[in-house]
């Protein structure tokens, strides 16, 4: 099985743990990072959480799936976690079962997060450290500045039409000052950063003319 990387808004969505133990736990401060729409069901708890999420503190059970959007399975129990997966999938609920990909509907990755960009790593299960060691390596390749970088040019690309009246064009001078920004550690001052815009603009209507 090679798995798809689909990417989803899981903002809305309504979330539910089952299951308090280490596997809950690292899936839970994982989801924490996209939302905090979530809801824990469990019996005992090995770790706390924010105040913001609610815990139940029952064995699950079908009132427990309704509103429920996605399931994220994690009893430690097998026996549990079958009866929590067919209680969820009658009800039409997506669900992710720790440690069996083949109850699942989709897997959940390791993840590399830094703002806005995500990274997703799998194995499909057959190799978790293999995933857990490309995420790590990942997260010392990402820059600090990466964030802010990915915000300058998300706020700076709604004024590049003034510059460059070309889409494809603006992109590929957004892709420029990306490097540019990347290589000078996002270090730069506004009038210096829009001057190198200016000048990669006339660069490129230079090129468009004798592209003509």
């Known amino acids: 099985m090679v798995l798809f990387p689909f ?11 089952v ?4 596997a ?3 899936k839970f401060f994982k989801l924490y990072r996209f939302t905090h729409n979530i809801t824990i069901i469990a019996q005992d708890m090995v770790f706390a959480v924010p105040k913001d999420v609610e815990v139940k503190s029952k064995i699950f059970a079908a ?4 509103g429920i959007d996605i399931a994220i399975i994690a009893t430690d129990n097998d026996t549990s976690d079958r009866f929590a997966q067919q ?3 009658n ?9 069996h990909l083949e109850m699942s509907d989709f897997d959940f990755p390791e993840l590399c997060k830094k703002g806005d960009l995500v990274v997703g790593i799998t194995s499909a299960e057959k190799a978790p450290a293999a995933s857990a060691y490309v995420r790590g390596e990942i997260d010392k390749m990402i820059p600090d500045c990466m964030e802010a970088i990915i915000k300058r040019l998300a706020d700076a690309s709604g004024n590049l039409d003034k510059y460059v009246e070309d889409e494809k064009q603006r992109s590929n001078v957004l892709g420029m000052m990306f490097d540019y920004l990347l290589e000078k550690n996002n270090e730069v001052p506004e009038e210096e950063f829009w001057a190198e815009v200016k000048r990669r603009a006339a660069g490129m209507k230079i090129n468009s003319i004798w592209d003509k």
């Open 7 to 17: 990417f989803e808004d899981i903002e809305d969505k309504r979330i539910a743990i």
């Open 19 to 22: 299951g308090g133990g280490y």
């Open 24 to 26: 809950a736990k690292e």
């Open 63 to 66: 009132p427990d799936a309704e």
């Open 87 to 89: 209680l969820c999938k």
């Open 91 to 99: 009800k039409g609920i997506r669900v992710h079962v720790v440690g």
